[in-house]
């Protein structure tokens, strides 16, 4: 049973009632579930990855995590994404760390996981300053790395951030400040 209280941390209004049916064993709500949150997870996926098979592959571990631990599942406070990212990170590292640490190098010139828009020249702008970003990104530490592509690519808040990293919220923005301002030389740079 959940509760209307305005103290309610979930993302999305009916996250609390979809947890519960999904816990209980519909089908339904776990699609919806995954339906929320698939394109964040497979954006910070891809992000890291630069692969889009393999952040594809890595996506689809991470809801198939979640559904078997799902029984177990306790929010705490926050929304269900928050777990998610830390099922999708934790799968990061262990993927590199079985690549002895080197992370694969992707050949996805035509990722469409992005927003484009209609006009073919605003398409090859968006597409250069795309791989522009994604480079500039990969060329600093992995730590600042994370933290932009969770605070800035998927949107999510320093909190949720924090929690995802395992750190406190005080770190994440001193993190922030810092690969902001690192991807900022980069960029200058280019």
Do not use: C
């Amino acid at each position: 049973m959940t509760t209307n209280s305005p103290m309610k941390r979930s993302f999305f209004p009916d996250e609390d009632d979809l947890i519960l049916q999904a816990k209980s064993g519909d089908a339904a709500a776990v699609a919806e579930l995954y339906d929320q949150n698939h394109e964040g997870v497979f954006r910070f996926l891809w992000s890291r990855t630069r692969d889009r098979q393999l952040a594809e592959d890595l996506t689809s571990e991470v809801f198939v995590r979640m559904v078997s631990a799902l029984q177990d599942y306790d929010q705490r406070g926050f929304a269900i994404r928050v777990w998610l990212f830390r099922i999708a990170r934790n799968l990061l590292t262990d993927h590199f760390r079985k690549q002895a640490g080197q992370p694969e190098a992707g050949s996805d010139a035509e990722e469409s996981t992005f927003m484009e828009p209609d006009l073919v020249e605003d398409q090859v702008d968006m597409k250069i300053s795309k791989e522009n970003l994604l480079s500039a990104i990969e060329k600093i530490s992995q730590t600042h790395q994370e933290v932009v592509v969770l605070r800035f690519i998927n949107g999510l808040s320093i909190k949720d951030t924090a929690k995802i990293l395992d750190k406190s919220v005080s770190s994440v923005k001193a993190l922030q400040h810092r690969g902001l301002l690192a991807l900022r030389a980069v960029l200058s740079e280019e």
